[in-house]
């Protein structure tokens, strides 16, 4: 953990900048990726109870990281990329450490966020690979 410290202490703002704006993109598609998951498993027919569940509990992963998506992650790059612009600008003062720290804590963000996607993608592609769903302890709906 020390070496990705004192590396990112000598990254460049500009280099910083740069790999914020990348994230906004790789967030945004992650958005517009879970939108049509969400759509393509809206329009799944199910067989049975079990495979409602488990659809169910997956959509609401889904829409929950979407929220998390457009209420916070959106918002926080955003607002880091613009405070880096106006540094750039000169039209704020500048506090590189202020700056480094809160990249370090969207970059926590981003991987945290990283991971629950593909999460989530194997789930969907489970559902979709999945021939059907069984009952598991000879448990059957009546």
């Known amino acids: 953990m020390e ?16 790999e914020t704006k990348e994230w906004l993109e790789e967030v945004q598609f992650y958005l517009c990726e879970l939108r049509l998951f ?6 799944k027919k199910t067989r049975n109870a079990l495979e409602e569940q488990i659809i169910a509990d997956v959509m609401i992963n889904i829409r929950a990281v979407m929220d998390e998506i457009s ?12 405070y880096l612009s106006g540094i750039f600008l ?7 450490k202020e700056y ?8 926590s963000q981003i991987r945290s966020l990283q991971k629950k996607i593909y999460f989530l993608k194997t789930r969907v592609y489970y559902i979709f690979k999945k021939e059907q769903f069984i009952y598991r302890h000879n448990y059957t709906k009546n």
Do not use: G, P, W
Request: hydrophobic share 35%.
């Open 90 to 96: 000169n039209s704020i003062d500048v506090n590189v």
């Open 3 to 18: 070496i990705i410290n004192s590396y990112q202490l000598e990254i460049s703002l500009e280099s910083l900048h740069f």
């Open 71 to 82: 209420e916070k992650i959106i918002k926080d790059l955003s607002a880091h990329e613009k």
């Open 100 to 107: 480094r720290q809160k990249h370090k804590c969207i970059e």
């Open 38 to 43: 969400n759509t393509m498993i809206t329009h």
